[in-house]
């Protein structure tokens, strides 16, 4: 354990910490290399992220790893990141399930290559009972598709008379979401000194707290991620109120 691990109060933990990773490629064009060497290096980050952020106690640990905006992006490095999608899938799941980490996604899967679309359902087979933390890869996902097609589904119960317009509330669309049955992140990080939220988690992220590190994807360690939830636990969570009623 490092000895900022031993600083977080573990009676203040975030249950879920969403992460925008983001500078592989950036990172990579500053060591003179490809974009693909950098994808190759996050490998390392997401592990490591992963590890402390199951060590730390944390329950649902949500990763963006494809927007659905990304398919426009040169088809040599869309095609080298599915391909190493499915082989750190393959080597990873051992390592899920020795620590007990069950595997999920979100997004429009169904539009991912055959080979990324089965290794990813496979590894969130073989994990499916695990217990320790929920690790969800957001793949061909946005925001806004999401919100959309909750929207669209919605409209198709109202129009089948199984719901009214009445209906309608925010515990109804939760359930909509693909997040359904996780509780919304109470933090979100992002990578590489850009300061947006990228159509990530829109709805879910309303009273998130947001952590911003000048540090690349590839350079996020253990230790950058305890100094995140360290950054989290001295914040105040006030959801509309005030300070004194806090304390009352």
Sequence with gaps: MSELMKNIDESRLPSHVAVIMDGNGRWAKNLGKPRVFGHKNGVQSVRETTEAAAEIGIDYLTLYAFSTENWRRPRLEVNALMTLLVETLRK????????????NAIGDLSYLPKKTHDSLLQGIENTSNNKRMTLTLAL????????????????????????????????MINNKLSTSGMPDPELLIRTSGELRISNFLLWQIAYSELYFTDKYWPEFTKDEFCKAIIDYQKRERRFGKTSEQLKT
């Design 140 to 171: 061909n996902y946005s925001s806004r598709w999401e919100l959309t097609h909750a929207m669209k589904e919605i409209s198709e119960d109202i129009a089948s008379s199984r719901i009214s317009p009445a209906d309608i509330d925010e515990a």
């Design 92 to 103: 990873e799941i051992k390592t899920l399930n020795k620590n007990d980490i069950k595997l």
